[in-house]
């Protein structure tokens, strides 16, 4: 099937796909990611956000190329943060967000034009409950790895018992490698203090048999020793990595953003700056949208860079700035950028990036990846500890900084790390993995690749029904 065709035998059909996002920057990112793959492929795409994000977001240089809808989460004015609780924000966005997204299939039903299935993130599965009560097929789309989503899984089925205490013996999950409680999710540890958000990811799981398909933005070749360890108990496709063209086939033209996004840029700063310095001599310090460092583990950040002699830009969200110890920007000097937000992906792909210092973010660790970058591993919570397991002892991308018994990263340490994957000899093999799964990654979303075969075999299937 040639893209931008949709066809069964010699009668060409246009599936008409409902996108529906849980309303967080790391999950509208892949999520749109997918629907423009699938509009290229001749798909016609509606995408869904809540009220607030719409309202809310900057505007964008490079806008999705299919109509975006909304629902409301309860909470249109405000958004997440005017919620009285993350357990309010969630039954809200339930409520709220069934009763209006069933509205929207309504209205487009009504103006002629049906669904035939809604692709929906993992983290709201009552999306598929609303879908199978118009008949539409349903697609749940996990964002996270699906090492991780496998753990959770298991928690689910109650074959983890969480939460996960530290204890002697590891834990053993088919096709996993052997893990330690420090590299388990932190909202299945002991003394995880985001009770909600676990519910929420072990939640996901409790309609997932009654999905028509269930998708991962993975691929198969980064993770094929856990999908085949999950086989036996459920049968998930990899379709990533979803991360623009411009920096995998390049088969859709001017897709370099996501295209939708909740933070201001500094671009034009960042490529002058980097412009500016040496091949590989820059260290890429970013722990994404949510991640919030400590004032202490700031320090010890700040001060851990200087002593490497590298330049570094360091992406600070301004909710984070006062953080930032004192006398550290007259100490940077020539060597540091402070921004409060970039295009990663530009970044990451400048030549003069030498490393990435990062927290381990699911869509953070897909890009290093899909770009061959380096990285040194600071995670911090919820999936990012195992993200950064498999960085560091599976596919060897990268060097996981330790914590010391106050649950800090020292400065020595930090430096140590950068000093690590940077050295020409000690970063070498390093080097090398990452420039091998960067291939794999290009290969597996271009034509004809494990991504994307399986993307095609779906759209062939919804046009057979």
């Known amino acids: 099937m040639a893209d931008g065709e949709c066809k069964t035998g010699n009668n060409a059909k246009k599936v008409n796909l409902l996108v529906v996002t849980y309303p967080a920057q ?53 958004g997440f943060l005017s919620a009285v609780s993350i357990s309010d924000y969630h039954d809200r966005l339930k409520h709220d967000g069934s009763q209006t997204l069933r509205d929207l299939i309504r209205r487009k039903e009504n103006a002629g034009r049906r669904f035939d299935a809604v692709v929906y993130d993992g983290f709201m599965p009552w999306v598929l409950d609303v879908g199978k009560e118009f008949g539409l097929r349903t697609v749940a789309y996990f964002t996270q790895s699906c090492a991780v989503n496998n753990i959770y899984y298991h928690v689910y089925r109650g074959e983890i018992k969480a939460p996960v205490v530290a204890a002697e013996e590891e834990i053993r999950i088919a096709g996993m490698p052997p893990l330690t409680m420090a590299d388990m999710p932190s909202l299945v540890q002991v003394g995880n203090p985001y009770p909600v958000f676990s519910d929420l990811v072990i939640n996901q799981f409790g309609n997932v048999e009654e999905a028509d398909w269930l998708i991962c933005n993975s691929f198969y070749e980064l993770e094929h020793q856990v999908l085949e360890g999950m086989e036996n108990k459920w049968n998930m496709k990899p379709i990533g990595p979803n991360i623009p063209s411009f920096y995998t086939d390049k088969r859709i033209d001017n897709d370099r953003d996501y295209g939708f996004n909740l933070f201001k840029m500094n671009n034009e700063v960042c490529q002058k700056w980097l412009d500016a310095r040496p091949k590989a001599a820059v260290v890429f310090v970013a722990f994404g949208s949510y991640a919030a460092l400590s004032v202490e583990q700031m320090e010890e950040l700040a001060w851990g860079l200087t002593q490497t002699n590298f330049f570094f830009l360091w992406v600070v969200r301004e909710t ?146």
């Open 320 to 465: 984070e700035a006062a953080k930032i110890p004192a006398k550290f920007a007259e100490a940077m000097a020539d060597r540091g950028l402070l921004v409060p937000w970039c295009r990663q992906l530009d970044v990451l792909s400048h030549e003069s990036i030498g490393c990435f210092v990062t927290h381990c973010g699911w869509n953070s660790t897909l890009e290093a990846l899909t770009i061959g970058v380096p990285m040194v591993a600071m995670p911090q919570w919820t999936d990012q500890t195992t993200n950064a397991k498999f960085v560091t002892d599976i596919w060897k991308t990268g060097v996981r900084a330790p914590l010391d018994d106050a649950g800090i990263v020292r400065r020595t340490t930090v430096a140590d790390c950068i000093l690590k994957v940077m050295d020409d000899d000690g970063g070498t093999e390093i080097r090398k993995n990452a420039a091998k799964w960067e291939e794999l990654a290009k290969r597996a979303v271009d034509r004809d690749g494990s991504s994307d075969r399986t993307v095609d075999e779906i759209l062939a299937q919804l046009v057979s029904v």
């Open 26 to 78: 790391g999950h509208i990112n892949p999520l749109l990611q997918f629907s423009k793959r699938l509009h290229h492929k001749g798909a016609a795409v509606t995408f869904v956000v809540t009220k607030f994000l719409f309202n809310n977001q900057p505007n964008s240089d490079h806008p999705p190329p299919f109509p975006v809808e909304t629902i409301s989460d309860g909470h249109d004015a405000g």
